[in-house]
């Protein structure tokens, strides 16, 4: 028996679920493994652990994660539940869409509900994890093939999604570097409705951005994934969106390319608030797009804080309210942070030098309040802006695509 075959088995479920068991009582792994093992092998203990904690951490993204079979790299790559629920809704229902390199399902369990979907990885394990999971789904209408792109015939096929594994390890990432390629995935699409889920610093030529739409899609205060869309009516080429996913809804922005080149304008001092970007925009190079789509100020010249004195409610941009500003000496700031009674201080620094943000961090004061305080650049020097996060009213529920409705 395959060894993802006794998994699946009453004896393979029942070992992994009291594996997890013990490991979320914080058991000692090894008297768990000592306690499997009375009953199976050592292999099948260890193979159940390793089940287990991957079914815990899997809990961040997926509700059904401890029914579902991954392993440690399928689980890191795999799409959360909410992305790809986000993602799917991309697709027009009905349609039929094939999910290429589907890996352990993660987009695939978005795509399948009211779609006929096709589930696609050339790793034999990884399609029959991804079979397991769309069962575990309840996805009827959804068949997996162990094939590869090249291999698999779409001509059936409405709506294509790719999720190209990524064959350099690193950050920067050049399009070249997937398997399939981008160029054979660009050639094989027809005139097929696509989207192309790559890493955020994924680097496009020029001329190929020029052709298509590129949306940068974030869960939390992260950049989660740069969604390359081709033929899609809602998503014009040489445009750019950054979508923010979260609990309380999806709010997205779209700009033209063109925005990234197109400077803002710089305060001469900080208004009545401070806005900070969702890391989505930055991934986007969109922070001069945002602050002149909203009417607001770069603090500084390579700062990527905004400034006004307009109420912004943006799930693309954290608020805070200034209390004051202090040019950046270490003295001014400590003499200021006593006066002020700060007790707890959550720094945030871009573009400072290290030494100064760690003599920062070393200020302490007896004070009470809580305080954020933020060293950036500005047009009169460096600065430091003591202000408060806010939190605004739940943003809409809808993804507009056109900047202008999203002002508040
Ligand atoms: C990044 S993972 C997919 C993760 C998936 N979207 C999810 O959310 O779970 C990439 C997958 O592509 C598969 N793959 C790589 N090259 C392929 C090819 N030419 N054809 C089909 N699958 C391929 C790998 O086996 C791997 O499982």
């Given at each position: 028996m395959d060894k993802f075959d006794w998994l699946l088995t009453a004896a393979g479920r029942e070992s992994a679920a009291l594996a997890r068991e013990r490991l979320l009582e914080q058991e000692n792994i090894l008297r768990i493994l000592k306690r499997m093992r009375k009953s199976i092998s050592p292999a099948q203990a260890a193979m159940a652990l390793e089940l287990a904690k991957l079914q815990i951490r899997a809990r961040t993204k997926f509700t059904r994660a401890d029914e579902m079979l991954f392993t440690k790299t399928s689980l890191e790559q795999a799409t959360s539940e909410r992305l790809a629920l986000y993602k799917a809704s991309r697709f027009p229902t009905g349609s039929s869409v094939a999910d290429i390199?589907?890996?352990?399902g993660g987009d695939a369990i978005g795509l399948a509900p009211n779609r006929t979907l096709a589930a696609v990885d050339q790793q034999q394990v990884i399609a029959q994890m991804a079979q397991h999971n769309l069962a575990v789904y309840q996805s009827t209408n959804a068949s997996v093939f162990h094939l590869s792109f090249e291999g698999f015939?779409?001509?059936?096929?409405?709506c294509l999604h790719f999720d190209p594994d990524r064959r350099v390890a690193g950050r920067t990432v050049l399009a070249h570097d997937f398997s399939p390629p981008l160029t054979t995935i660009f050639s094989g699409i027809g005139g097929r409705l696509t989207g192309i889920k790559l890493a955020p610093a994924t680097n496009l030529p020029q001329h190929t951005r020029e052709k298509i739409h590129r949306e940068f899609i974030g869960e939390r205060r992260e950049t989660k994934q740069q969604l390359v869309w081709l033929n899609h009516p809602e998503y014009p080429k040489n445009r750019t969106s950054c979508t923010v996913v979260s609990s309380r809804g999806v709010e997205s922005m779209t700009f033209d390319n063109d925005e990234q080149f197109k400077l803002c304008e710089i305060a001469d001092q900080t208004g009545t608030y401070l806005y900070e970007p969702h890391s989505v925009v930055i991934a986007a190079r969109m922070v001069n797009g945002i602050a002149r789509s909203l009417g607001l100020q770069r603090?500084?010249?390579?700062?990527a804080y905004l400034t006004g004195d307009q109420y912004c409610n943006s799930a693309l941009i954290s608020r805070f309210r200034i209390e004051s500003v202090v040019p950046l000496s270490i003295e001014r700031v400590a003499n200021h942070i006593h006066r002020e009674q700060y007790g707890e201080i959550e720094w945030k620094k871009r573009a400072v030098e290290q030494e100064t943000y760690e003599q920062l961090l070393k200020l302490k004061s007896r004070g009470e309040r809580k305080i954020t305080a933020v060293v950036t650049p500005s047009q009169r020097g460096a600065i430091v802006i003591f202000c408060q996060r806010e939190v605004g009213p739940p943003v809409p529920q809808k993804v507009s695509h056109d900047p202008a409705k999203n002002e508040t």
């Open positions: 390199c589907c890996g352990i015939d779409i001509s059936e096929i409405d603090v500084g010249n390579g700062s």
